[in-house]
């Protein structure tokens, strides 16, 4: 599992996708932080990161596909799959090295936003005036909905050998759990049935430990998740290697 997650680690900081990754992301969030007049922060008023944390995800929700279209996708295009799968190597260790080298990817670049948590902190009247418990719960959910997006972006890359269709997969899946479920839900009502779809929806679980209680409930179910589609890119990939 290591070998693959160095290669892939390796693969994304020896060309440009990582760089390139990063670049896009903190500057789209940044202007929607800093510039943009219906979101910045300076014009809010209060030491507050509640664009941040609801703009964010909708970032995610294609760049993540598209850091990890080319992870099974590529390697089954230019033969390499076939080539790893003749090595002493199990589809398990296959399967998280990748999914541990694109979700650290996406973790270091959410790494350099910390500095719009300081920034806003002292920009506080008074320095400090900002509920870091929620800041804390909110990047947390951010690292767990990362990890569930990256599970279904591998998954989207194990069925076909086209990145783009890969890339597309990935953001419907993504678009489906996180804003589809919960449209759904308000179509349907305030009935129990509704209630359960809104709560398996992305989005209300991200919100839930966005409010600075972190529930066991809302973590095992997003890791349940993300299991879910990882055992899913298991069985592709045994599929693949028959």
């Not at 995610?60 to 089954?76: K, Q, V």
Request: glycine residues 8%; charged residues 10%; contains cysteine.
């Amino acid at each position: 599992m290591f070998a693959i997650f160095r290669k892939e680690v390796n693969s994304f900081f020896n060309s440009l996708i990582a760089y390139i990754v990063m670049v896009v992301f903190l500057v789209a969030v940044g202007l929607m932080v800093w510039v943009f007049p219906d979101s910045n922060v300076l014009d809010y008023g209060y030491a507050d990161l509640g664009a941040f944390f609801s703009l964010t995800p909708y970032v995610l929700l294609f760049l993540i596909p598209a850091i990890t279209m080319r992870s099974i996708a590529e390697e089954s295009r230019n033969g390499t799959l076939e080539l790893l799968l003749t090595k002493p190597l199990t589809d398990w260790a296959l399967v998280l090295g990748k999914f541990l080298a694109n979700w650290v990817l996406v973790v270091l670049t959410l790494v350099p936003t910390l500095l719009y948590y300081l920034s806003v902190y002292w920009l506080g009247n008074p320095p400090g005036n900002i509920d870091s418990a929620a800041v804390t719960g909110s990047y947390f959910g951010l690292l767990l909905l990362s990890g569930v997006l990256v599970s279904m972006g591998l998954w989207a890359s194990s069925l076909n050998d086209n990145q783009i269709v890969a890339f597309v997969l990935g953001v419907f899946l993504g678009f489906v759990w996180y804003v589809g479920l919960s449209s759904l839900s308000q179509l349907l009502g305030t009935g129990t049935l509704a209630w359960g779809v809104q709560w398996v929806a992305l989005d209300e679980q991200y919100q839930a430990l966005g409010r600075g209680l972190i529930d066991s409930r809302n973590i095992v179910y997003l890791l349940s998740l993300t299991a879910f589609f990882l055992c899913l890119t298991h069985w592709r990939v045994g599929r693949l290697r028959k």
